[in-house]
């Protein structure tokens, strides 16, 4: 119950930021936001109440380098049943000059 409350408060703030981003941003932060960069990679650590995972990520062609480093995720659900070492695959989205994931599960090994 208060989980489902929390969830449809943060899609309830992502319609807001997207009716937003609609009106106010320029062609140049839509193109940002709207590409979608495939990430693979192994988890660190996961933090729920932050709403954050560490990512030992391999290469993302186009955007960086592998490495260790620390993401914010568009929901904590996505975070559910994930524990450090799991090989994870998902989707990444630059937002506002800072990278959020929006999609994230285990790779079947
Ligand atoms: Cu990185």
Redesign the pocket.
Same mark, same amino acid.
Request: with cysteine; proline share 6%.
């Given at each position: 119950m208060p989980l489902n409350k929390l969830r449809s408060r943060s899609a309830a703030a992502l319609v807001a930021l997207a009716l937003w981003a609609g009106c106010q941003g320029t062609p140049d932060d839509l193109s940002e936001s709207d590409l979608p960069y495939d990430i693979k990679g192994k988890v660190v650590s996961v933090e729920p109440g932050d709403k954050t995972v560490t /990512?030992d990520?391999e290469d993302?062609p186009g /955007? =960086?380098?592998? =490495?260790?480093?620390e993401?914010s995720v568009q929901d904590a659900a996505l975070l559910e049943g994930l524990q450090p070492g799991d090989a994870v695959e998902g989707k990444l989205k630059r937002k506002a000059g800072e990278?959020i994931i929006i999609e994230l599960h285990k790779r079947s090994a």
């Amino acid at each position: 119950m208060p989980l489902n409350k929390l969830r449809s408060r943060s899609a309830a703030a992502l319609v807001a930021l997207a009716l937003w981003a609609g009106c106010q941003g320029t062609p140049d932060d839509l193109s940002e936001s709207d590409l979608p960069y495939d990430i693979k990679g192994k988890v660190v650590s996961v933090e729920p109440g932050d709403k954050t995972v560490t /990512l030992d990520h391999e290469d993302i062609p186009g /955007l =960086m380098k592998g =490495m260790v480093m620390e993401f914010s995720v568009q929901d904590a659900a996505l975070l559910e049943g994930l524990q450090p070492g799991d090989a994870v695959e998902g989707k990444l989205k630059r937002k506002a000059g800072e990278f959020i994931i929006i999609e994230l599960h285990k790779r079947s090994a």
